[in-house]
């Protein structure tokens, strides 16, 4: 009596072959088993796959291979009368090689084979000869991403965009972890402070973190950069009020697990520190800015370094190099929530970035044509703010502290030394203006917090 095949014999054989969608030869299948299975029960096994229709045969006699069978079917639909009901999933348009990924992260999780951290994955990038995204590809993206202001300062255009920006970023980003909000709302808690109601504190504050996180990076830019310092102070401005203080901007000292995923990301404390100082300084290498951007979306999420919010980081992550060259920021507007899941799965169980390749490149000119249409609306930037940017900040700070009333007398006792004197009177009617349209959404603009600014509202009505 011919033994029979469980299920989980035959899965086993699924994850190898699905990495390789050119499909894979007897003897390789056998050589990328981990656990050795005897050349006739491999045999047997792959053909019970074939009559499954779960893998399909390519070529014959010394030539044959394996791969993935595509997932087809057929269906009658009947309509009641003057009724017509129909669904459909909002996704990006993908590649057959992501199609291959979108099947497999979509089996039920006990189909699909526990994995754990790649090394060799990290260890086979190398900068600027390893691509993931194509030459032609990136000269693409370059194209429709250059800015006005590609020669200016670093970080110019972003600041141009910064309102439109703020408001794009925190929302779409935190509607990929499943916030609520609306992009109104989110527009009327960032502009005027007002939260939403009916909306979880814990969404709120996501939000509002996530502006404080983006006005770090865009006016720091000098600072900012694809290193430690700047990784770990963007998860902890994330971070903030949603993780236990003592783990804002520290890497992880524990194991975790990824809901959803059969992933494994690594554990040991003294490894996790190792491998996220290759990671940045394989991509602090990368010359080529998008290229770069895309790299941090695919590596500071497999990694996993902090106890969470790894995914919010490594979005803001990716604009960094595209900040600093002023090239078009990466928003994440109208990005499938799904779509990007998917393609993180894939990174996850497969070490294949087809998918989120895929979803990168559609939201790149997604955001690209959202800020070209922004940009014939945009006003110049004021250069006398732009010029006196630190020293308004300690102005206001200062005039705040002291409390109100705020008048041209009193302000002009704590404008700072590093402002001209023959600007002293446009700098004192500047900081009147800001103080007019303060309140606690954009006080954070000024390096003022909520509780500081509480007592001057109060006082002043």
Not at 125 to 148: C, K
Not at 322 to 340: G, M, T, W
Request: hydrophobic share 45%.
């Amino acid at each position: 009596m011919p033994r029979i095949v469980l299920p989980e014999d035959l899965e086993i054989l699924i994850a190898p072959i699905a990495k390789r969608p050119e499909g894979m030869s007897l003897a390789e299948i056998e050589r990328a088993l981990e656990e050795k299975i005897p050349r006739r029960t491999l045999q047997r096994r792959i053909a019970a796959l074939v009559d499954r229709k779960r893998l399909e045969v390519i070529g014959e006699g010394r030539s044959t291979r394996y791969r993935l069978a595509p997932i087809t079917g057929a269906g009658n639909l009947a309509a009641q009368p003057a009724v017509i009901k129909g669904e459909a999933e909002v996704y990006v348009p993908i590649s057959p090689a992501s199609e291959e990924i979108k099947a497999y992260v979509r089996q039920p999780i006990q189909g699909r084979r526990p994995v754990g951290y790649d090394m060799a994955f990290l260890e086979s990038y190398v900068p600027n000869e390893t691509a993931y995204l194509p030459e032609d590809l990136r000269r693409q993206l370059h194209a429709i991403g250059r800015s006005p202001a590609a020669d200016d300062r670093a970080g110019t255009f972003a600041r141009e965009i910064l309102n439109r920006l703020l408001i794009d970023l925190s929302w779409a980003s935190s509607r990929l972890e499943g916030n609520t909000y609306s992009r109104l709302d989110t527009e009327r808690l960032i502009e005027f402070g007002q939260r939403a109601e009916g909306k979880d504190a814990t969404e709120t504050q996501m939000i509002l973190n996530h502006k404080t996180a983006i006005e770090y990076l865009v006016h720091d830019i000098g600072r900012v950069g694809v290193n430690a310092e700047s990784i770990v102070a963007i998860h902890a401005l994330l971070s903030d009020g949603l993780l236990p203080p003592v783990e804002g901007g520290r890497l992880r000292q524990r194991a975790v697990e990824i809901g959803g995923s059969v992933y494994l990301p690594m554990a040991l404390p003294q490894r996790i520190e190792e491998v996220f100082g290759i990671v940045l300084e394989t991509a602090a290498r990368i010359s080529d800015a998008i290229e770069q951007a895309f790299f941090l979306m695919v590596h500071l999420p497999y990694l996993q370094p902090f106890e969470d919010v790894n995914k919010r980081v490594s979005r803001l992550a990716a604009n960094i190099p595209l900040v600093r060259e002023n090239l078009c920021p990466l928003s994440f507007i109208d990005v499938p929530q799904k779509a990007y899941i998917d393609g993180i799965l894939g990174v996850y169980e497969l070490n294949r970035v087809d998918l989120l390749r895929d979803v990168f490149v559609w939201a790149y000119e997604r955001s690209c044509q959202q800020y070209v249409a922004v940009r014939g609306q945009l006003m110049p930037p004021d250069p006398f703010r732009l010029r006196y940017r630190a020293q308004l900040a300690e102005c206001i700070r200062a005039v705040v502290r002291v409390g109100p009333p705020a008048t041209e007398v009193s302000i002009r006792r704590v404008v700072p030394a590093a402002v001209a004197r023959d600007d002293a009177d446009q700098f004192v009617k500047l900081v009147l203006l800001e103080l007019e349209g303060l309140h606690p959404g954009n006080a954070v603009r000024f390096g003022l917090r909520p509780l500081e600014l509480a007592p001057w509202e109060k006082a002043d009505q």
